[in-house]
């Protein structure tokens, strides 16, 4: 379980290193932010990855 928080703090460092410089006083806060936004990303793509792809593979989704 800790080395899901310590790559999604990676990743999400360097995010925030693209946008904030890292000696910045509130550099943490923008990590913080960020690393919150992608465990919200994966947090809804497993919801809903398992439906999409059900309906992908059925054969009865709008697919041409």
């Given amino acids: 379980m800790g080395w899901i928080v310590r790559a999604l703090l990676f990743v999400s460092g360097v995010i925030a290193s693209w946008f904030v410089s890292v000696e910045a006083s509130n550099y943490i806060v923008y990590q913080l932010v960020i690393a919150v936004g992608l465990v ?23 697919r041409k």
């Fill in 40 to 62: 919200t990303l994966c947090a809804a793509a497993l919801v809903y990855l398992p439906a999409w792809w059900r309906r992908w593979t059925s054969g009865s989704g709008h």
